[in-house]
């Protein structure tokens, strides 16, 4: 039977598989869920009309064929889904209730059958959509399910054949077991199966449990705890009542007999005495009157109690008081009122071997006449009447009476068995050890009977009672609270669940689904379950602080915000917005920060030599980080090229420091030019920039082509191109970051290399501040509403004229001093750059020239000038007398006005103005030559 | 290197502009020979002056002597590069400028 069980249900094991196996590999899985659902309900739903059959069920022997119907309702249901579970639910019922009617299944189960199997299905979707979150269940409870819905099954076959509930009760017996068990493995087997191919670890177990799993858990040990208990403590009692109860019943019947037997000994006996009485007259009849009515005693007793005369004449004289059963009579009669006595078959008082029974009735002269017999006197008047009293009385409803005498011969019994032994029934007992009343088992023919007896009046009544009626009871009771029980414990469990789910776990979910939302960055989301009080205050306390922290956070952001813009300052006053004057170059620069600190910037400044060195540069990210990046290049350059360093070497070495602590992998794009101003050379050095535009004086700009070194910061060891231009009075220079070509509009289309090109090409005039701002006009126009994501810098430089070594040859009369002031002022006018340079070269040209006009009485004289790092030289040469300016008396500049001497001054004030004076003689010609330090 | 005078009674004031070199300093000269004589205050503006050489320096002292012994003098809004020579040639100590 085992082996017929096991395959029964693997048969749906199988099934899900195979389904399990097409709806994950193969097309299948592409069916609509409706459809799919359809196709696999009514594939289960067939497999509940295959194990109804022979074949699919299995015969436990008497015709009745076990099966495990309501397995496939349960395993479309809890395995593949809610409507797959009921339409196999109703196929497979329906079916079954159908089949009847064509003979192929059994008609006493029919609506128990079919409607447990309808109901399989309904409680497969039920459990699958509200336990298990529409996954399948673990196999355990898939079993426990098959099992719990097998009972119902169980129940319901009792329930509906109540008319005829032994045999009902006898069928349950017998199937309930391996249908439970069968359905139950069933169930199992297909769940877990499909659980070891899917490879989920049954269920959805994470590395923590889930509330509603340990909850489940717990749950799940204090109902089998509780069932356990009360099954066990419903199991006791019933036990128990059904023993006090089938006491009772035998005790009934027993008591009923009993008293029909002792009214009737006791009629006997007092119409015998009274018979006695009438014809007692005091005389010496005693003899005749005993033996007349068949009795063994009569006694006369006297008002004292004492036997006065007697058939036995031996009793004549016995005090009835001192004995306990004689004095009954004595207290009943002569100190009581009774008029008559009567006592039970028992030991006399006078010889405790003896067993009489005595009846006495009360006479006129104050004594009494006392009657005494033995049991086989009385047996001989009584048994006729003690037969027809067992002879038809029943115990429950199986059992019966019977009555035995003293030394257990068969009075009556139910097929008059009278005389044989009562063990010869199968009944034996011993008095001694087995008091009244008390239940003792015996085997009467074959069958177990519950016994009782009671003795009276000389018979033992013997009770007894089908062991299995005195049970059967119980073990209804039993079943079914325990059907019951585990009905409701189930019930109770999934309910429980169900609703600490729906309060707690549910909102237990939302509230942590809008807390990941939270914590994914969207402070926007509120939580909102409201379903009770203690939900409602956690989800406001949620709202509350996202809300607090919003408003933190956006304080911070204010903080930064204004932090950055400080930095933005910061960086922004750092850049040179005072641009040099020169007659040889204009410069001019712009740097439009976008919403964020970038890290481009421009720096320019003039050398020593009377170079400019300038530069645009664009430090990688945005942010605080970028603008101290920026600070430092910046600052790295500028002290390299104002030591002189040469554009190629100051990146080289630049790189090299950029390079160390820079833990952030920062980098900087730049272009250095170093223009000397005096000859128009260029020489620069491009640090992966954006190419400047060039254009020649006449020409249209261009792209300067010259190949780019690596990026400052980028890598060590870097060594960077030499690049030399010769520029030519006119000669533009553009340089930009990318804010500029990249700049985006709306359709994020860049603003490009080529419009730019196209654009400055499209320029009459190109002085550099116009320059810059017309460009940054026509990239606003492109860019229209787009917002500016990135700084745009730009510079530019126009390179006007080269300051060359001049000279001039004049006749030393006062009508020269014109030209010779015109000279002074064009120099002054070349290096106006050169602070209060115009005074110096005003009070050299003045006072040197003076002298030589005044005194030197030279006819000609010469004046030359040249620029050499940084050092502006004039030399003024005349054929005068000889007269050394350098050896003339300073005047004490300290003395007050009225000691002062006037002169000398002129000189004095020329060697304060100078960094240094030369003289000599040479060729009869006085030659002074001044230096002054150009900054 | 043009000169505005403005006498009354005992004061005059000379607004100088343009150059007060070793050229024109002969005429600032002639100037102050005719207002010297009977002046109490002497006042220069050299708003307008450009630039002072030896020469005009040697005028101005002279003035400051004669002004010492008859009156007071003084100099107002001079620029940074005159108020340079007047600091390098000891001229600050006995001039008042304003």
Redesign the interface.
């Known amino acids: 039977m085992a082996l017929h069980l096991i395959m029964s249900a693997s048969y749906n094991a199988l099934l899900a598989i195979l389904l399990y196996i097409l709806d994950k590999k193969t097309a299948f899985s592409k069916t609509p869920y409706k459809l799919k659902q359809f196709i696999i309900g009514v594939l289960f739903g067939l497999m509940a009309i295959f194990a109804t059959t022979t074949i699919g069920g299995f015969d436990i022997g008497d015709g009745t064929i076990m099966n495990v119907r309501d397995a496939a309702p349960l395993c479309a249901g809890l395995i593949f889904g809610a409507p797959a579970g009921i339409i196999a639910g109703l196929i497979g019922g329906i079916y079954r209730f159908v089949a009847v009617f064509f003979g192929l299944a059994g008609i006493y189960t029919q609506i128990a059958c079919s409607v447990s199997t309808i109901l399989a299905g309904f409680i497969a979707a039920v459990l699958r959509k509200h336990m298990f979150d529409n996954k399948k269940p673990t196999w355990l409870y898939g079993m426990g399910i098959g099992m719990v819905t097998e009972v119902l099954h169980m129940l319901m076959i009792f329930f509906t054949n109540m008319d005829d509930a032994v045999n009902a009760f006898e069928f349950v017996k017998i199937c309930t077991l391996p249908m439970v068990i069968g359905n139950g493995l069933a169930v199992g087997i297909a769940v877990f199966i499909v659980s070891l191919i899917s490879r989920e670890k049954s269920g959805s177990k994470k590395d923590q449990k889930q509330i509603s799993q340990t909850f489940q858990s717990w749950l799940l040990i204090c109902i089998v705890i509780a069932f356990v208990a009360t099954s066990t403590f419903s199991s006791v009692l019933q036990t128990g009542m059904s023993e006090v109860q089938t006491n009772k019943t035998i005790e009934m019947s027993l008591s009923d007999v009993y008293q029909d037997i002792l009214d009737e000994s006791n009629s006997n006996l007092l119409k015998k005495t009274e018979s006695i009485k009438e014809e007692y007259t005091g005389g010496a009849e005693l003899q005749i009157l005993a033996s007349k009515y068949n009795v063994i005693e009569v006694n006369i007793i006297d008002e004292n109690g004492y036997i006065c005369d007697s058939n036995v004449e031996e009793y004549i004289g016995y005090d009835m008081t001192s004995g306990e059963q004689s004095n009954e009579f004595v207290t009943a009669l002569l100190e009581g009122s009774e008029s008559q006595y009567i006592q039970d078959y028992r030991p006399t008082s006078y010889d405790d071997i003896t067993f009489r029974k005595y009846g006495a009735i009360k006479l006129s002269d104050g004594g009494f006449i006392q009657v005494g017999y033995d049991s086989t006197q009385f047996r001989a008047d009584i048994d006729k009447y003690v037969k027809t009293v067992s002879k038809n009385r029943h115990v429950g409803n199986a059992g019966f009476v019977a009555i035995c005498d003293e030394n257990f011969n068969l009075v009556t019994y139910r097929n008059d068995f009278e005389g044989t032994e009562l063990q010869k029934i199968g009944i034996t007992f011993d008095p001694e050890t087995i008091k009244e009343g008390e239940i003792f088992e015996s085997v009467v023919y074959d069958k177990e009977y519950l016994c009782s007896y009671r003795f009276v009046e000389g018979y033992y009544i013997v009770g007894a009672m089908p062991k299995y009626e005195a049970m059967f009871m119980k073990e209804v009771s039993v079943y079914v609270n325990t059907f019951m029980e585990i009905l409701i414990f189930a019930a109770l469990f999934v309910l429980i669940y169900f609703l600490i789910k729906r309060i707690i776990i549910d909102n237990l979910r939302k509230i942590n689904k809008g807390l990941a939302e939270i914590t994914n960055g969207n402070l926007n989301v509120t939580v909102d379950v409201r379903s009770n009080e203690e939900f409602a205050s956690l989800s406001d306390d949620i709202n509350q602080t996202v809300g607090t922290l919003k408003r933190y956070i956006k304080e911070a952001a204010a903080r930064i915000d204004k932090e950055l813009e400080f930095a933005k300052q910061i960086q922004y006053s750092s850049l040179p917005t005072v641009f040099p004057k020169s007659n040889s170059f204009r410069l001019y620069a712009e740097m439009i920060t976008a919403k964020e600190v970038g890290g481009d910037f421009y720096d320019f400044y003039m050398l020593n030599d009377g170079a400019i060195a300038f530069l645009v540069a664009d430090v990688s990210g945005k942010g605080i980080p970028a603008a101290m990046f920026m600070m430092r290049a910046k600052t790295v350059i500028r002290d390299l090229a104002e030591r002189g360093v040469e554009p190629d070497e100051i990146f080289t070495i630049a790189n090299g420091k950029l390079c160390e602590n820079n833990d952030a992998g920062m980098f900087v794009t730049a272009w250095l030019g170093i223009l000397d101003t005096k000859t128009g050379l260029l020489k620069f050095a491009n640090a992966g920039h954006n190419p400047p535009l060039f254009k020649r004086n006449g020409e249209n700009f261009e792209y300067m082509k010259a190949r780019s070194g690596m990026l400052l910061a980028g890598m060590e060891g870097i060594k960077y191109r030499k690049n030399e231009l010769q520029l030519t009075p006119g000669d533009t220079l553009y340089l930009y970051t990318d804010g500029v070509t990249e700049a985006t509009d709306n359709n994020t289309e860049l603003y490009g290399e080529q419009r730019l090109l196209d654009f400055v090409n499209s320029l009459e005039k190109t002085e550099p501040e116009s320059l810059c701002k017309l460009i940054k006009e026509d990239v606003d126009k492109f860019v229209g509403t787009a917002p500016q994501f990135d700084d745009i810098t730009m510079l530019a430089l126009d390179f006007d004229s080269i300051i060359g070594d001049e000279s001039i040859s004049v006749v030393p009369d006062s009508d020269s001093r014109i030209a010779v002031g015109a000279f002074a002022d064009s120099l002054s006018a070349k290096l106006e750059t050169q602070p209060k340079i115009a005074n110096k070269i005003n009070i050299v040209f003045d006072e040197i020239y003076a002298n030589i006009v005044n005194y030197s009485k030279a006819t000609l004289a010469a004046i030359s000038y040249s620029i050499e790092n940084g050092k502006l030289r004039i030399s003024f040469t005349d054929n005068g007398i000889p007269y050394n300016p350098l050896k003339a008396a300073e005047p004490d500049t300290t003395l007050s006005a009225e000691e002062r001497e006037i002169g000398g001054l002129g000189i004095f004030m020329v060697k304060k103005m100078t960094e240094s004076m030369e003289y000599e003689y040479t060729d009869d010609k006085n030659v002074l030559t001044l230096v002054i330090s150009l900054s | 290197m043009t000169i505005e005078k403005k006498i009354s009674n005992e004061s005059a004031t000379l607004i100088v502009s343009g150059?007060l070199?070793?050229?024109t300093a002969p005429e600032l000269e002639n100037e102050l020979d005719s207002v010297l004589s009977g002046l109490k205050e002497l006042t220069f503006d050299f708003a307008n002056l450009e630039?002072v050489?030896?020469?005009g320096?040697?005028v101005i002292?002279?003035a400051?002597?004669a002004m010492?012994a008859q009156g007071s003098m003084k100099l107002t809004s001079v620029n940074?590069?005159i108020m340079?020579?007047f600091d390098?040639?000891?001229?600050l100590?006995?001039l008042t400028i304003e």
């Open positions: 150059r070199d070793t050229q630039y050489s030896s020469a320096l040697r002292l002279k400051q002597k010492n940074d590069s340079e020579v390098i040639t000891g001229f100590d006995i």
